[in-house]
């Protein structure tokens, strides 16, 4: 029926149709319900399953752990500051109502501009947005006001992606530019030590009281299941653990990215440790705030981050070094792994040149070596 | 619209004088940036086109009225400044004329600051060092460079002004959205009212800080070339 409803209203967006200005966001549907039947004609092309679209469904599936326990969380918080008990039902949908929202307001704001900018433009509406749409909610509190993330949303879509040239073009990871724009514009709002817990009721997050070395500081387990306040999407680290092997396993997370950015932190975190600079364990560190969400979701989007394999590994460890770096010695930023990631993606580009040309040095010496070789002999 | 407002603004001082047909003047616009800066007439704003004194725009532009003061201190030097020089320009020794340009824009900046000291002590303060350094602003010494020692002194003059107010212009537009988000005033005045408070807004701290300042700039800029594809690089 659908089918039918799309082939009978074709024509007007086709050349010469009434609606034809509107034909790529007529495309986009089309291709969001239904496989394209348009194929090559001439010319040999590799081909992949793999495709933006389905890449992109992969990471939002690996997403929907820490998304629903996210959910989850934030109506047992919302319980437990007030010192109720409750059941699983009613605190999943005290959470929906919290989260559900900004999900809405992040994906009509910023595909609203998408789409806008491809009929603009005349170019093809991407699904880019899909995930960075995603993201945008996970990695903000649960009490931020909603025309607070629309505004957010749509710097982060119009700075920080189209006026790059859209999807791929992008310097920097549109989501946590989202979050940059808030955490900068509205800094009460977004972390430190008056984060929503409940309505009407806040306290500190695991990192703030770390850095002002008062409060308690939440178990490793809890730390690790993820029953405290913070960012919907990046308290459960299991459920962090549970995406990146998704990731992993389809390939589409690069491994490299991840594994090195848990070493960059872990190193940091001992030289912390070693220096007394920090009352934190290492463990501590891993665990909290959203340092792994940030090297398992966002240091690996594949556009923004180093693109050599070398590249990956380097950019990657400098990641986890930044981030634990901020935390440690910049008493102003409780939490650096935003902002690491934003100054690495900014270097990505020039990681990537240096170790393109170490790679063709290296070879030239080897022509050369062989060359004088032949001339020898 | 305020784009199409500053291109009047520009190009009234820039017909009147010009040497050269209107044709020639077209083709001025598809030359790149740097064959511009060369012309005598860029015939456009020196902050948005030329890119000169983006870092006094970053640093005054927080509060509407010191943009405003400076906006006028700018005015007077370049003008001023254009004027002494196209006066002086068959007596200046080629070999020394930057350093001649550079005391008459020296001694301009400093009477400037006097005055400021004199009539508005409150905006030097604000202004602090940024008054002393329109000495080092690019637009000054490149009017000087590219038109005062080559043209008579009226039509100098007028460059001057017309390029300090060019350069103001966008001062004025960049500090007026960034006091009225940043701050929630204009000149001082509350003009976002408390109901909008009380619903919920909040002030944006991000436009107080100096990158939004560049933002805001590369969005004006974003939007007078796509008002004038003439000035989009190849």
Known sequence: MLR???????????????????????????????????????????????????????????????????IYNTGYMHFA???????????????????????????????????????????????????????????????????????ATAFAVIIGKEVFGGTGMNIWNPALLARAFLFFAYPSQMSGDAVWVADAVSGPTALAAMSSHTGNLPTASELFWGFIPGSVGETSKFCILLGAAILLWSGIGSFRIMFSAVAGGVVMAWI???????????????????????AVFMATDPVTSAQTNCGKWIFGFLVGLMAVLIRIYNPAYQEG??????????????????????????????LQAVRSQVENA | MKEKDMKRQEKAPAKVQSPKPSGEENRLFSAKNLKLLSRPFGADNPVTVQVL?????????????????????????????NLIISLLRNTIPPRIRIIVQLTVI???????????????????????????LIITNCI??????????????????????????????????????????????????KVIPESFYQAGYVNNGLFILPPMALIVLGVIIWVHRSFNPNLIEK
């Not at chain 1, 034809?20 to 495309?27: C, D, K, N, Y």
């Not at chain 1, 307001?105 to 491809?118: D, H, K, P, Q, T």
């Not at chain 2, 010494?141 to 060019?166: Q, S, T």
């Open chain 2, 140 to 189: 000054v010494m490149g009017r000087l460079e590219a038109f005062a020692m080559a043209n008579k002194p009226w039509p100098a003059f007028l460059d001057g002004i017309g390029n300090g107010a060019g350069y103001g212009f966008i001062l004025i537009v960049v500090a007026f959205l960034r006091e009225l988000f940043g701050s929630g005033t204009l000149l001082g005045f």
């Open chain 1, 272 to 294: 912390g440790r070693l220096t007394g600079s920090t009352d934190a364990t290492v463990m501590q560190h891993l665990l909290s705030g959203g340092f792994l969400f940030g």
């Open chain 1, 4 to 70: 039918n409803f799309l082939d009978r209203i074709k024509p007007q967006f086709e050349k010469d149709g009434k609606l034809h200005f509107l034909h790529s966001t007529f495309e986009a549907f089309e291709s969001f319900l239904y496989v394209p039947d348009k194929v090559t004609v001439s010319g040999s092309h590799v081909r992949d399953a793999l495709d933006m679209k389905r890449t992109m469904i992969t990471v939002v599936v690996a997403l929907l752990p820490c998304f629903l326990f996210g």
């Open chain 1, 337 to 366: 792994m935003m902002l690491a990631i934003l100054l690495m993606n900014t270097f990505a580009p020039l990681i990537d040149y240096l170790v393109v040309n170490r790679n063709v040095n290296r070879r030239r010496k080897r």
């Open chain 2, 106 to 132: 020296a001694t301009l900046v400093i009477l400037v600051d006097q005055v400021l000291k004199a009539v508005a002590y409150d905006v030097s303060k604000q202004l602090s060092v940024f008054v002393g």
């Open chain 2, 53 to 81: 004194g983006i870092c006094s725009a970053l640093a005054v532009t927080v509060k509407l009225q010191p943009a405003l003061v400076m906006a006028v201190s700018v005015i007077v030097v370049t003008g001023f400044s």
């Open chain 1, 81 to 151: 500051a007030l010192g109720q008990t409750c059941e699983f039902w009613p605190a999943f949908w005290f959470g929906c109502t919290k989260v559900l929202p900004m999900l809405i307001v992040s994906y009509v704001v910023g595909l609203g501009i998408e789409f806008v900018f491809a009929q603009i433009r005349g170019h093809e509406v991407n699904e880019g947005f899909l995930v960075s749409g995603f993201l945008i909610p996970l990695i903000c509190p649960p009490d931020v006001p909603l025309w607070m993330i629309a505004v």
